[in-house]
T-cell receptor, first 113, second 116 residues
Framework: GDSVTQMEGPVTLSEEAFLTINCTYT??????LFWYVQYPGEGLQLLLK?????DKGSNKGFEATYRKETTSFHLEKGSVQVSDSAVYFC????????????FGTGTQLKVEL | EAGVAQSPRYKIIEKRQSVAFWCNPI?????LYWYQQILGQGPKLLIQ????????DSQLPKDRFSAERLKGVDSTLKIQPAKLEDSAVYLC??????????????FGPGTRLLVL
């Protein structure tokens, strides 16, 4: 079945460092890909999404590109802030899946001063 | 615009007891989802409603879990009897139509359940 694999955390970075969180997927057909973020004590929020190959999603300085050839959707940010500390989830939906989100296990990011 | 509301935020019960969670989706959203998030794992869909009807409940443990969405708005998820392995965060989400696989889902803050 369809699945998402994320790099394990926690990832600890200093403020202004470059961030990459790896995400790869297995899916039949052409899924849509999402990054959700969960700040401490809050619900999941959509960070960005991409719906077809080579699409780039971006929001709040974060970017991810839908790479069909490598089945990847890595999350990047050029300069992280303490306020970016959260858990990041990669997820997909697929045609015929009724809009069901399939999530990875999440990657915790800690940004320190 | 108000977001997805859930209550209670926290619940502690003993095994074999029953518990119920409530969700109020964003106004006008036709589709409502319940996810279970066990510590250290990503959320897993339990049940999806489109208006009053069930679209997908393939991963709902139907011997102990039940859910309803009366009048196509609010929803209640019940567990009876609870087991230790039901300890998790229960997330409710909604989306506008639920018919497109590119559609954004909006999540509530979740209900954290601890079964002792």
């Amino acid at each position: 079945g369809d699945s998402v694999t994320q790099m394990e955390g926690p990832v600890t970075l200093s403020e202004e460092a470059f961030l990459t969180i790896n995400c790869t997927y297995t899916a039949t057909g052409y899924p849509s890909l999402f990054w959700y973020v969960q700040y401490p004590g809050e619900g999941l929020q959509l960070l960005l999404k991409a719906t077809k190959a080579d699409d780039k999603g971006s929001n709040k300085g974060f970017e991810a590109t839908y790479r069909k050839e490598t089945t990847s959707f890595h999350l990047e940010k050029g300069s992280v802030q303490v306020s970016d500390s959260a858990v990041y989830f990669c997820a997909l939906t697929f045609t015929g899946g009724g809009n069901k989100l399939t999530f990875g296990t999440g990657t915790q990011l800690k940004v320190e001063l | 615009e108000a977001g997805v509301a859930q209550s209670p935020r926290y619940k502690i019960i003993e095994k074999r007891q029953s518990v119920a969670f409530w969700c109020n989706p964003i106004s006008g959203h036709a589709t409502l989802y319940w996810y279970q998030q066990i510590l250290g794992q990503g959320p897993k869909l339990l049940i999806q409603f489109q208006n009053n009807g069930v679209v997908d409940d393939s991963q709902l443990p139907k011997d102990r879990f039940s859910a309803e969405r009366l009048k196509g708005v609010d929803s209640t998820l019940k567990i009876q009897p609870a087991k230790l392995e039901d300890s998790a965060v229960y997330l409710c989400a909604s989306s506008l139509t639920g018919t497109g696989y590119q559609e954004t889902q909006y999540f509530g803050p979740g209900t954290r359940l601890l079964v002792l």
